[in-house]
């Protein structure tokens, strides 16, 4: 046999050999695509796509610490100084709909405060589509006129129930006419069995809101009426807001239908000596803004009810840097029925996201 014989023999024999192996070679598996966040900006600053999904998700938050001197809300409260702290999560979503934005908002809180373990409140928890909400949050006698003044205490008169399950229809016309109806649960919130004693253990009925607001220019006004259907009463808002550049007010009126009582919508944030004292026939609040520069801004709000409460507050609401509150408060309460009054202050630091 000659080298060109034996050569080709072995290429041969090469051949059949990796042939025959050829089924057990290891096979690398081709890399899945990289999905890379995108941003959702039809809803919004910081909503981003959900892999996989058109669901539009943003979740942002706070961090919170203040010390708080006395209680502007309770003249018997001698607990001096109180050290408080916060952290929220807020987590919305956003999906497109043939009926507008399917959307959800929730808002986790978790407190804690010297001497005591730290509490978890399920704040908002609530479903919107089509100008439609179902679910929990503060109630539109609140929100529809947009709460009351730019200051910590702003409800040391009573201005409304805050958390409560609901199902609201809200209404903007794109004209500045605006308008809201709601059925609020009449077993939950502040007064939500009753203030006076009524009994509220057959009770089904929910609580009715209603309002009504326009506004034009530098100018709105809003009006709102809520009905307590376990004590049968209610009360009416209206509030006219005006923001000039230089600065903002506001001025709000509140009457309640029986001022002998109280109710869900006419009803009192008091303590110890002044947990009953709500506003009596009417109740009054006013307030200014004045912003002193981009980072500066100084609020006052004064409010008087016919069962003579007077409340004053003022603050100052300083951003060293952008999402950094630093904010020192003095609120000052006199209830002229029971001859006491109290002296308050806070100072907050926040932090959002």
């Given at each position: ?5 034996l ?13 025959a ?25 910081g ?22 001197w006395y209680?502007?809300y ?8 109180l ?6 999560l ?5 999906t ?27 704040l ?11 679910g929990?949050?503060?109630s539109w ?14 409800d ?11 199902i ?21 919130g502040?007064?939500?069995h009753g ?7 057959d ?5 009715v ?9 530098a100018w709105s ?25 230089v ?13 002998d ?24 609040w006013?307030g200014?803004?004045?912003?002193i ?21 003022t603050?100052i ?9 630093i904010?020192?408060?003095v ?11 109290q ?11």
């Amino acid at each position: 046999m000659n080298i060109k014989s034996l050569l080709l023999g072995s290429a041969a024999a090469l051949a059949a050999v990796s042939g025959a192996h050829a089924a057990d070679a290891v096979v690398a598996a081709e890399p899945e695509p990289l999905e890379y966040v995108r941003i959702c900006d039809a809803y919004g600053a910081g909503y981003f796509f959900i892999p996989g999904t058109e669901t539009c998700l943003k979740i942002g938050g706070k961090v919170r610490t203040e010390g708080e001197w006395y209680d502007a809300y309770n003249p018997n409260n001698v607990r001096g100084t109180l050290w408080h702290t916060r952290a929220e999560l807020n987590i919305n979503t956003a999906t497109d709909t043939e009926y507008g934005p399917l959307k959800t908002n929730t808002i986790l809180r978790w407190d804690w405060q010297e001497g005591g373990s730290t509490s978890t409140n399920l704040l908002w928890a609530y479903i919107s589509l089509g100008g439609f909400t179902v679910g929990k949050t503060d109630s539109w006698f609140n929100q529809f006129t947009g709460y009351a003044g730019d200051v910590i205490n702003d409800d040391v008169v009573y201005d409304g129930p805050y958390e409560l399950n609901q199902i609201t229809y809200n209404y903007d016309a794109g004209n500045g006419f605006t308008a809201v109806i709601s059925l609020e649960d009449s077993n939950s919130g502040v007064g939500a069995h009753g203030s006076n004693g009524e009994d509220s253990s057959d009770h089904y009925a929910p609580d009715v809101v209603a309002g009504a607001g326009y506004k034009a220019g530098a100018w709105s006004f809003k009006v709102v009426g809520g009905y307590d259907s376990i004590v049968e009463e209610g009360a009416i808002k209206a509030r006219v807001d005006a923001d000039f550049g230089v600065f903002s007010a506001f001025l709000m009126g509140g009457w309640n239908t029986d001022g002998d009582k109280l109710n869900k919508y006419a009803g009192s944030n008091g303590g110890g000596d002044a947990a009953d004292i709500g506003w009596g026939d009417w109740a009054v609040w006013g307030g200014v803004g004045v912003p002193i520069n981009d980072k500066l801004k100084w609020n006052l709000q004064l409010a008087y009810t016919d069962s003579k409460i007077f409340a004053a507050t003022t603050n100052i609401k300083w951003n060293p840097v952008k999402n950094l509150l630093i904010e020192p408060e003095v609120s000052y309460t006199n209830w002229d029925s029971i001859n006491e009054d109290q002296w308050a202050g806070i100072l907050r630091f926040e932090r959002t996201f």
